[in-house]
């Protein structure tokens, strides 16, 4: 299911005796954001599923770039970051070494909106989330494709290869025209769909072996707005012959 735009009222109506139609509007109301809500600061210990626990024996939140490539360069291994904690693998386990959280370092650095026949774009800092970056387009664009969650960092989700919703749509990291890295002596690389096409093609979904993410340039095409189809109560004779 695709939202470009977070703060959402649902019409739902039944079109089929198993399945509801909700149509998509905005509103004024916002959806949950990433930071700043209660139990946020256990992120930095345990993933979101409590199946794993991180370990770390220093935690770093910079607020700058300088920061973080200071908070890089002296960390003690093995160095993880995390994003929202939503993955279920050991991705961000760091038993004894330093764990890495972006999430001060969550700014919109640049958009350009969408034209006929053109494509937007938007770049943001690591820590970005789905939910401020749609909250920034408010109907001037949106993105492709969102995952199931959008208070995921769009860092954390690209990294772990998040696929997003639709069957025809291609993953979230394909939206990616441009990635920043600081690698481990602290100094910046980048890679981008003009410059090194086949590099950006590699160094999407990089697992955090990389380097740390600190900033991303997104497509945003022209706003839309969705259905989404919830079946309910399905059969299984049904579910399978469909």
Do not use: K
């Amino acid at each position: 299911m695709l939202i470009p735009r977070v703060g959402l009222l649902g019409i739902a109506r039944r079109t089929h005796p198993f399945v509801t139609r909700t149509s998509y509007r905005t509103s004024s109301h916002a959806a949950a954001v990433s930071r700043g809500v209660r139990g946020y600061e256990q992120t930095l210990e345990r993933n979101w599923g409590g199946n794993v626990r991180f370990g770390a024996a220093q935690v770093h939140e910079p607020r700058t770039l300088a920061e973080l490539q200071s908070s890089v360069r002296d960390a003690a291994a093995p160095c993880r970051v995390v994003g929202r904690g939503h993955s279920f693998s050991p991705v961000a386990e760091c038993a004894g070494g330093t764990l890495l959280s972006l999430h001060r370092m969550n700014q919109i650095l640049d958009f350009e909106a969408p034209a006929a026949g053109r494509l937007g774009c938007i770049t943001v800092q690591g820590g970005t989330t789905y939910t401020e970056i749609a909250r920034f387009l408010d109907g001037r664009g949106a993105l492709r494709n969102l995952p199931s969650c959008p208070q995921f960092t769009v860092a954390g989700a690209i990294a772990t290869g998040t696929h997003g919703s639709g069957v025809h749509i291609q993953g979230l990291a394909c939206d990616v025209r441009m990635i920043e890295f600081v690698r481990g002596d602290g100094s910046l690389v980048s890679y981008s769909r003009e410059e090194s096409p086949e590099l950006l093609e590699g160094a999407r979904v990089h697992l955090g072996c990389l380097g740390v993410v600190t900033r991303l340039t997104l497509d945003v095409v022209p706003y839309f707005e969705v259905s989404a189809y919830r079946y309910d109560d399905v059969p299984l004779e049904t579910a399978i012959e469909a």
